[in-house]
């Protein structure tokens, strides 16, 4: 009986730390105001909701240049990728989802960055890998790191 109430002990105390990682991970992975202000700016050329326009294989659409696939993977908020493009609280909701969903890849635990953030916005879930998001990044430091 004693046996069976330690494992029990020990079963539910495994459950509650699997959950608050969980949340500690959803609360890391939360795009900052200020890195989020900065992938606008760069993204739409001052923050503006521009139509769609193909760009490297695929159309990308709004405030945030959002690509298809990209919409899709942060849930499809808005109806289509269109209509939350072009409604910069829907497509903030569609960034942040994207980071809460892929923000972590590549932390190795640590809270993402904004560096994490933008280069996982250029180069897609494991952006922050590809060498060649680093001169995305070096365009939304030069916002994020200015007065």
Known sequence: ???HHLIKTKMHQIFV???LLCLSLTIFAQVDRK???????IES???RPLGCAWDVN???CGYYQ???NYWIDCGSPGGSLEACSKDKACSEKCVQAYMT????RCTGGRAPTCQDYARIHNGGPNGCKIAATQGYWNKIAACY???
């Open 45 to 47: 050329g001052g923050c």
């Open 145 to 147: 790191n200015s007065g």
């Open 35 to 41: 890195c989020l202000d900065c992938l606008c700016q």
């Open 1 to 3: 009986m004693k046996k």
């Open 66 to 68: 959002l690509k298809q």
């Open 17 to 19: 730390l699997s959950i």
């Open 58 to 60: 695929s159309n990308s």
């Open 101 to 104: 969903r892929y923000g972590t």
